[in-house]
Nanobody
Framework: QVQLVESGGGLVQAGGSLRLSCAASGRIFSINDMGWYRQAPGKQRELVATTTAAGTTTYADSVKGRFTISRDIAKNTASLQKNNLEAEDAGVYYC???????????????WGQGTQVTVSS
């Protein structure tokens, strides 16, 4: 079993910055993609940013130039640096990872429990 734990959410003023972190633990052999998704009230969960093990990144158009995703392969962690925050950036942010576990040839997808980000104007 694998657990993803997010941290770093909170209340921030519009224009401010926030850094989210995600730590994966458990029977991890390797992790392919890691990413961040956001769910605003009444809306579907949407992709914010992802990164492959090779370092290729993908961003939602709405966050390009403001958010930066990074990861530490050795530590099984991923971070999301969020700058120049806007009201539309608010929501619950979830960490996601595609994991190969020890003793298994199957790739499993895992979600964290989410961390709340609130942006005040």
């Amino acid at each position: 079993q694998v657990q993803l734990v997010e941290s770093g959410g909170g209340l921030v003023q519009a224009g401010g910055s926030l850094r989210l972190s995600c730590a994966a633990s458990g029977r991890i052999f390797s992790i392919n993609d890691m990413g961040w998704y956001r769910q605003a009230p009444g809306k579907q969960r949407e992709l914010v940013a992802t990164t492959t093990a090779a370092g290729t990144t993908t961003y939602a158009d709405s966050v390009k130039g403001r958010f930066t995703i990074s990861r530490d392969i050795a530590k099984n962690t991923a971070s999301l640096q969020k700058n120049n925050l806007e009201a539309e950036d608010a929501g619950v942010y979830y960490c996601n990872a595609d994991v190969y576990e020890w003793g298994s040839q199957l790739r499993q997808n895992y979600w964290g429990q989410g961390t709340q980000v609130t942006v005040s104007s």
